[in-house]
């Protein structure tokens, strides 16, 4: 379905009012390489910085890569020119993080969730389309007689309901689903989730479902990506990267999400990473981890880790695991 390959997305940093010159360069994706398979979830969690929005901007080609190769179908994307990636819009859709900013205020929620349907010709006349955005708006749980309302006249998670049947009007294969729960409460995360994995099973949608919390990325991914200052660290199926961390930096993660029974949270072991996440557009050389990373040595900053496969569909970026 999807072939990323050293995908990278670099900004330009400059100075200057009338004559600007590049001063810098911030590093946002620098160099991941993945395969998303049809039907498969690929989860990609990791620190508010990380460049996880950056990657699926990307990869919809909504942000241009400054270098790699995306292949989505057969086609590589990185080549085709603006006006003819419409013809992919359809097969690609976004739902976006905040509910709340991602509707138009001034459109009713039939016209929010029919604009695709026109846009890509997928319904002939106001009546058909009419009766197409009231499936849609039924199949991820709406009334359809609630079409005719305006966004600020929903809830938080009304509006990502409608946010989702936004992007299934294209009929999409591949979905990028950029934190779509994060501002939502925990009962209304797991209707939502719920929900996209009924979706998934039903039309057979490729998701890369982004999120910062562990625990919502175990519940829906295939495969599990952990991403760290615009690159890879580790790689692995769901249930192997839960049961066997192999990275630093993935164990600290799993040591800091919360476990419901209180005796096994204080006798489990807590891994505290010092300092920030360093800035991209000065990244640590070697291993971009290495100023956090408990066994770190001098050796780390010398190398750049590959991601490398240690089990059978187990990757991992250190070169001391």
């Given at each position: 379905?999807?072939?990323?390959?050293?995908?990278?997305?670099?900004?330009?940093?400059?100075?200057?009012?009338?004559?600007?010159?590049?001063?810098?360069?911030?590093?946002?994706?620098?160099?991941?390489?993945?395969?998303?398979?049809?039907?498969?979830?690929?989860?990609?969690?990791?620190?508010?910085?990380?460049?996880?929005?950056?990657t699926g901007r990307a990869i919809l080609q909504l942000q241009r890569p400054t270098a790699g190769s995306v292949e989505f179908m057969g086609t590589e994307l990185t080549g085709v020119t603006s006006r003819n990636m419409r013809?992919?819009?359809?097969?690609?859709?976004?739902?976006?993080?905040?509910?709340?900013?991602?509707?138009?205020?001034?459109?009713?929620?039939?016209?929010?969730?029919?604009?695709?349907?026109?846009?890509?010709g997928l319904a002939g006349n106001d009546i058909e389309r009419r009766e197409r955005t009231a499936e849609?708006?039924?199949?991820?749980?709406?009334?359809?007689?609630?079409?005719?309302?305006?966004?600020?006249?929903?809830?938080?998670?009304?509006?990502?309901?409608?946010?989702?049947?936004?992007?299934?009007?294209?009929?999409?294969?591949?979905?990028?689903?950029?934190?779509?729960?994060?501002?939502?409460?925990?009962?209304?995360?797991?209707?939502?989730?719920?929900?996209?994995?009924?979706?998934?099973?039903?039309?057979?949608?490729?998701?890369?479902?982004?999120?910062?919390?562990l625990s919502v990325v175990r519940h829906i991914s295939d495969r599990v990506a952990v991403m760290y200052l615009g690159k890879i660290m580790e790689l692995a199926t769901s249930a192997e990267l839960y049961e066997n961390p192999m990275h630093p930096y993935t164990r600290a993660l799993m040591s800091a999400?919360?476990?419901?029974?209180?005796?096994?949270?204080?006798?489990?072991?807590r891994i505290v990473l010092e300092g920030d996440i360093p800035s991209p557009r000065n990244p640590p050389s070697g291993c971009v981890f290495r100023t956090r990373c408990p066994i770190a040595t001098e050796e780390c900053a010398a190398e750049i880790p590959e991601l490398t496969d240690r089990t059978a569909g187990h990757q991992v970026a250190c070169i001391k695991v």
């Amino acid at each position: 379905m999807l072939a990323v390959r050293d995908l990278r997305v670099h900004f330009p940093i400059t100075s200057g009012f009338l004559f600007q010159r590049q001063t810098g360069t911030v590093k946002a994706v620098d160099g991941l390489s993945f395969d998303i398979a049809p039907g498969e979830t690929l989860g990609l969690v990791g620190e508010s910085g990380s460049g996880k929005t950056t990657t699926g901007r990307a990869i919809l080609q909504l942000q241009r890569p400054t270098a790699g190769s995306v292949e989505f179908m057969g086609t590589e994307l990185t080549g085709v020119t603006s006006r003819n990636m419409r013809q992919f819009r359809s097969e690609m859709q976004i739902i976006f993080q905040d509910p709340y900013g991602s509707l138009n205020p001034r459109m009713t929620a039939g016209r929010i969730v029919g604009e695709p349907l026109t846009v890509h010709g997928l319904a002939g006349n106001d009546i058909e389309r009419r009766e197409r955005t009231a499936e849609l708006l039924s199949r991820v749980g709406m009334n359809p007689a609630m079409m005719d309302r305006y966004p600020h006249e929903f809830s938080g998670g009304q509006r990502q309901r409608i946010g989702i049947a936004r992007a299934l009007a294209g009929e999409p294969s591949f979905i990028v689903c950029d934190e779509p729960v994060s501002a939502l409460d925990v009962s209304i995360q797991a209707q939502i989730l719920n929900l996209l994995s009924d979706l998934q099973d039903e039309f057979n949608i490729s998701y890369l479902f982004i999120a910062h919390d562990l625990s919502v990325v175990r519940h829906i991914s295939d495969r599990v990506a952990v991403m760290y200052l615009g690159k890879i660290m580790e790689l692995a199926t769901s249930a192997e990267l839960y049961e066997n961390p192999m990275h630093p930096y993935t164990r600290a993660l799993m040591s800091a999400v919360p476990i419901p029974d209180p005796v096994l949270e204080r006798q489990r072991e807590r891994i505290v990473l010092e300092g920030d996440i360093p800035s991209p557009r000065n990244p640590p050389s070697g291993c971009v981890f290495r100023t956090r990373c408990p066994i770190a040595t001098e050796e780390c900053a010398a190398e750049i880790p590959e991601l490398t496969d240690r089990t059978a569909g187990h990757q991992v970026a250190c070169i001391k695991v």
